[in-house]
């Protein structure tokens, strides 16, 4: 039907001055011994995708209406029409997913009993208490609304911030501080015997494999101070304020030819180097691949998980609007958005393609309650729905993409696809390299390689970094950080489709304020020092952390 090869020859890696070229011009795929193999499987996958069967209508189109004579005229209107970018922007999904299980080495089944023990127990005590709360508060579940109570509901589905629901019994099912302790206290590795390590080693008592900091820099090389960034160098003082503004405008320009192309690869790569504001949503829907093609699509779903929280009501839901007002309603900066973060967490709830994911990603997804099906009355529907029970500051993993799109069903669909590809793993422990564990590892590596004094400092003074940051990594930032810097960090995150930033970013914090952690002598002093992370550049202090 097609020429694969050629529609298989996709960027991988596009410079930021070519960042709109020529298909001629793509750089060779990575060497891989299988790589044959490889594709072929994935053009296999295609064949069983809808847009092959699109991609056949278009063809026979073309040819039953004589816009071309022959092979080589039919495929050029097919890239003409759009087909070619679209397919590349598949393949370009299918083999980045191979490429990191590829990488990462890792199954869907836990590969260490030890952490899955502990894993299930965290569960366990989630459920409990969560069983424990209903029976306190006589508040089942999940129960249907009156019908008065529903029609209000939707009658008001826009202003719900002017409710003031009776949420002060509620509290949050778990903190990122009870994770924490769970991790430190139950996580070991059965083969080493950790009471002969030295004292200076970190709290995270599991032997992982982690990168080092060559690894860090060779996979992250886009963020070298060599290379101009939105972030840093848009921020010139006013002496050198043009070169600013040309590099702003230049930035812009080659943003918009890239959105024009419609690459996904070719996309990455530039938001690798940041994103201007005014395109920033643009950028990231269409390196996450979300279509906007699929709009309708996206708006009877929506429609659909409105109707749900509309019609039932959740234990859960008490849960969400407790963290919303303990959160992002007490944040200067978010307060205005309480309205927006309300209806895209209670969707989510609801939303069972969220659980269907993450547990087809990785396999040790929570284990859910079974609740009446008020249909049927058969006890077969999960609970909740999406698999998700929100912690303390789960809202603000949502909050600053209120920033970028004022559209609900747009604001749900790219945090659902945030959620599902990056953040769900920050909140369950897990082996996995982008799960808690790993991620909390990571960071007392790196802290101990590129700052010992300060490390051994803090565990003189009987205080543990990892307490301080671990709740930074599970809200990525969001809420200490001011909003601006969240979404470059964002950027980042997104363009090299990886959240160990967050880790690095974290010791990038330590290091910037080391002086005056070497300074203070207790748990207090340090705790004043990260009171406010406001003031602080997200681009200079990852590239102070990775490469100075």
Request: charged share 25%; hydrophobic share 40%.
């Amino acid at each position: 039907l097609l020429c694969f090869r050629l529609l298989f020859s996709f960027p991988c890696y596009v410079d930021i001055d070519n960042a709109v070229m020529d298909s001629d011009d793509d750089n060779e795929l990575p060497d891989e011994p299988d790589i044959n193999k490889e594709f072929g499987d994935i053009q296999n996958e295609i064949r069983k995708l809808p847009i092959y069967d699109d991609i056949w209508a278009a063809t026979m189109n073309a040819a039953a209406e004589g816009a071309s004579s022959g092979y080589d005229e039919l495929v050029s209107k097919l890239k003409m029409d759009g087909w070619e970018e679209k397919l590349r922007n598949i393949v370009f999904e299918r083999y980045m997913n191979r490429l990191e299980s590829l990488n990462e080495n890792f199954t869907k089944t836990e590969p260490m009993p030890q952490i899955g023990k502990v894993a299930n127990a965290w569960h366990r005590r989630i459920l409990k208490s969560l069983n424990s709360m209903s029976s306190e508060l006589g508040v089942p579940l999940a129960k249907k609304r009156p019908k008065q109570d529903a029609k209000d509901l939707e009658v008001n589905w826009d202003e719900q911030g002017a409710n003031e629901p009776g949420v002060t019994r509620f509290r949050p099912v778990f903190a990122p501080k009870d994770l924490l302790e769970t991790i430190v206290s139950n996580v070991r590795s059965s083969n080493i015997a950790w009471a002969r390590l030295p004292k200076c080693w970190g709290s995270v008592q599991c032997a992982l494999e982690l990168p080092t900091m060559k690894e860090l820099r060779e996979r992250f090389v886009e963020l070298s101070p060599s290379h101009r960034h939105i972030g840093v160098d848009d921020l010139c003082p006013e002496s050198v304020s043009d070169i600013a503004t040309h590099m702003s405008h230049r930035h812009e320009f080659i943003g918009n030819a890239v959105l024009s192309r419609g690459s996904r690869s070719v996309a990455s790569q530039y938001l690798k180097f940041g994103c201007p504001t005014s395109m920033r949503g643009r950028m990231w829907r269409l390196v996450l691949g979300l279509n906007l093609e699929d709009a309708k699509i996206d708006q009877l779903r929506y429609e659909q998980l409105k109707h749900h929280v509309v019609q039932y009501e959740l234990l859960i839901d008490n849960l969400i609007i407790k963290d919303i007002k303990l959160t992002a309603t007490n944040d200067d900066e978010l307060f205005v958005f309480e309205d927006c973060l309300y209806k895209a967490l209670l969707c989510l709830s609801r939303d069972s393609s969220v659980h269907r994911r993450i547990s087809s990603q990785w396999g040790n997804s929570p284990p859910l309650h079974s609740v009446p099906n008020y249909a049927s009355g058969k006890q077969s529907l999960i609970y909740p729905p999406s698999g998700v029970i929100p912690f303390h500051g789960f809202a603000m993993l949502l909050a600053p993409l209120a920033y970028i799109y004022d559209d609900d069903v747009a604001l749900y669909r790219v945090f659902r696809e945030l959620y599902c590809k990056f953040f769900s793993r920050l909140h369950y422990i897990s082996s996995h390299p982008r799960g808690a564990v790993s991620l909390a590892s990571l960071f007392e590596s790196l802290l101990q390689q590129s700052d010992p004094q300060v490390f051994i400092h803090m565990r003189d003074i009987s205080v543990q970094p990892l307490k301080i940051v671990f709740k930074w990594i599970m809200r990525a930032f969001s809420g200490f950080l001011a909003a601006s810097e969240v979404m470059l960090l964002c950027d980042r995150i997104i363009a090299f489709d990886s959240v160990e930033l967050l880790p690095i970013l974290a010791v990038g914090v330590f290091r910037f304020r080391r002086d005056a952690l070497l300074a203070v002598t207790s748990t207090s002093g340090v705790e004043a020092i990260f009171a406010d992370l406001t003031t602080l550049k997200v681009i200079p202090i990852l590239q102070i952390t990775l490469f100075l």
